[in-house]
């Protein structure tokens, strides 16, 4: 298996743009999560799905953000506008259950100017 | 509540064992795990141990688990420069699937 793919690796946009990441997870895997990492607050869970169902979203930190998994194979995350502060490293994650064992992609690096 | 507490660095020198530890909060905890980033990359998994173990060897990493403290520590014995990375304390939840990270420990080896 190729593992989780996530694109773009690298994304450098303006403040104020459109910001769509994506990720494929690892094929079987039932759990899909999305996770925020920076320095000040490390590893951040925005939002995590079963069986393409948004479980849990409150990380989501405001509005601006939303994510959706239109089946299996496929997620997006979404910032709408974007700001200088949403610049971080998203990974995305896929596991078989819920009991821990992820497996990360090797993450989005969003630069907002 | 639910937090993991991990120092945010260690400085080890090649060849000498590595202790990095780890504290958390919620004592319904299940599983906990031990995951490796290495630079530009996204995290792996090392080891996990079940809350009811008190520890775990597999071959360099010796996990240990302090239920009553809710202290966990990782071993690295005969650290290599390879073994360089942050390295993240985790836990899953008995009352949902969400697995709560710390914010990393960077090992950083010394020649």
């Known amino acids: 298996d190729a593992g989780v793919i996530q694109s773009p690796r690298h994304e450098v946009t303006e403040m104020g743009q459109e910001v769509t990441l994506r990720c494929k997870p690892i094929s079987g895997h039932d759990y899909l999560f999305w996770y925020r990492q920076t320095m000040m607050r490390g590893l951040e869970l925005l939002i995590y799905?079963?069986?393409?169902?948004?479980?849990?979203d409150s990380g989501m930190p405001e509005d601006r953000f939303s994510a959706k998994m239109p089946n299996a194979s496929f997620s997006t995350l979404k910032i709408q506008p974007s700001e200088p502060r949403d610049s971080a490293v998203y990974f995305c994650?896929?596991?078989?259950?819920?009991?821990?064992?992820?497996?990360f992609g090797e993450g989005s690096r969003l630069t907002v100017l | 509540g639910e937090d993991v507490e991990q120092s945010l660095f260690l400085s080890v020198r090649e060849g000498d064992s590595s202790v990095i530890n780890c504290t958390y909060t919620?004592?319904?905890?299940?599983?906990l795990y031990w995951y490796k980033q290495e630079p530009g990359a996204g995290l792996q998994l090392l080891t996990y141990i079940f809350s009811n173990m008190d520890m775990k060897q597999d071959q360099r990493l010796t996990v240990l688990l302090n239920k009553k403290d809710k202290h966990l520590s990782l071993r690295i014995a005969d650290t290599q420069t390879g073994d360089s990375a942050i390295y993240f304390c985790?836990?899953?939840?008995?009352?949902?699937?969400?697995?709560?990270f710390g914010k990393g420990t960077r090992l950083h080896i010394l020649p």
């Open positions: 985790a836990e899953t939840l008995l009352r949902d699937d969400k697995i709560i």
């Open positions: 994650a896929s596991s078989p259950r819920g009991t821990g064992e992820l497996f």
């Open positions: 799905f079963n069986n393409n169902v948004p479980i849990d």
């Open positions: 919620d004592s319904s905890s299940t599983y």
